[in-house]
């Protein structure tokens, strides 16, 4: 990741801070336009100045330079391959199982990002991981691993240990939207033209990329702490941990050093994967119901992650900007979040797992009862 990059995009910014160089001055301001959760508008009598918008330099100089025209067609140009209707069911797909999608983002692909090289199905289609190990080799493994952790390692392993599993059409659907993601971000996307590619992409990075090390164990432990008793879930760090090893198992987490947390945080996980299934089956063999939670997810996303104080609170208008610091190292670092007089989510899975047990023993009663209802007929049918 230090010494790779898009070389035309670095081309491009390179032109345009040569033709338009970054100034101090007022000369330095453009008008924006606004942008809202719907997308990006026009500009408003209102809108205020901002600092220098890149995308608008492109987008208003694009024909007056080569380089600028080369890329401004690039990304620009859609693929014979992209369906517009398939790309936006595969939006709904994530809205649709929001819950378990982000559990497993956060507490898999984010965390642990790999699972236990021992998977059996890797035995399963040994030449075709080779070949994939081939191709893989010839692109950035970085760049198609992280497209897979958010498509594939969902749809083939978060989801699945959470009780949830989609539809051919819905995989179909999923993995179409994150091609054009690769496509958009110039990874290479012939690894997304199905699932079963998809899937095949995901095993061979997993067999041969996994060696968790003191810093993978440093920068697990910096990821629970920075989720411990945040806000909106307000969770606590034993229940962060059973989280991290329902959705990575004991081996791998051990290798990362993740705490063992009791069987009582076990059972709280079980009731969270209870709440999910029941959730979003239910809603999914409903499409009304489907079509307003949809919608409705979107809402709250928008909200919590751009609105709300504890996210970003309001759409950014800084310049990114990347300092090298290649003797820099990561340490350790403890949780600061504050949870006291929070019910957060544990009592909600704590009452889902308690309302599951419940049910479960009455299905066992009644079932013990109709089992008992039949040997009674049989008994006396074979007395007679």
């Known amino acids: 990741m230090k010494t790779s990059y898009d070389v035309l995009g670095e081309k491009v910014l390179d032109r345009l801070n040569t033709l338009y160089p970054p100034q101090s001055s007022a000369q330095d301001v453009v008008e924006a336009p606004e942008q809202s959760a719907a997308g990006i508008g026009m500009p408003s009598a209102d809108s205020k100045p901002h600092k220098r918008d890149l995308y608008l330099l492109l987008r208003d100089h694009a024909l007056e330079d ?9 990304v620009n140009n859609v693929p014979q391959w992209v369906c517009w209707n398939q790309i936006e069911r595969g939006q709904e797909v994530f809205y649709r199982y929001g819950g378990p999608a982000l559990t497993g983002l956060a507490f898999q692909s984010l965390l642990g990002g790999m699972v236990n090289s021992s998977e059996p199905s890797l035995c399963d289609h040994a030449d075709d991981l080779l070949r994939e190990r081939r191709e893989l080799s010839k692109h950035l493994d970085v760049q198609v691993a992280t497209i897979g952790t958010f498509s594939a390692s969902l749809l083939f392993l978060s989801l699945p240990r959470q009780g949830i599993w989609l539809r051919r059409h819905e995989m179909d659907d999923y993995i179409a939207l994150f091609r054009y993601v690769a496509y958009l971000t110039g990874t290479p996307n012939e690894f997304f033209e199905s699932p079963l590619r998809a899937k095949r992409m995901m095993e ?47 081996e791998l987490c051990d290798k990362l050093g993740i705490g063992r947390p009791s069987l009582y945080y076990w059972a709280l996980m079980a009731g ?51 300092i090298p610091a290649l003797s820099k190292t990561t340490k350790a670092e403890k949780g600061s979040g504050n949870y006291a007089g929070h019910d957060g989510i544990e009592k909600r899975n704590l009452r889902a797992f308690l309302i599951g047990c ?27």
Not at 295 to 303: H, L, S, V
Request: include cysteine.
């Open 66 to 74: 080569e380089v600028l025209e080369r890329f401004w067609k690039e």
């Open 204 to 250: 061979t990075l997993l067999r041969d990329e996994i060696d968790p090390s003191e810093t993978s164990q440093i920068l697990a432990s910096n990821i629970l702490s920075s989720l411990e008793g945040q806000p909106p879930t307000f969770s606590s760090r034993s229940f962060l941990e059973a989280n991290c090893r329902w959705l990575n198992g004991n």
């Open 272 to 322: 969270q994967v209870l709440f999910f299934m029941t959730v979003c089956y239910t809603y999914r063999a409903i499409p009304s119901l489907d079509r307003q939670k949809i919608a409705a997810f979107r809402r709250i996303m928008w909200k919590v992650i751009v609105e709300d104080e504890h996210g970003l609170g309001g759409e950014t208008v800084f310049d990114f900007k990347h």
């Open 358 to 384: 419940g049910l479960s023993m009455v299905l066992l009663w009644i079932a013990l009862r109709s089992l008992g209802d039949l040997w009674s007929r049989g008994a006396a049918l074979w007395n007679v």
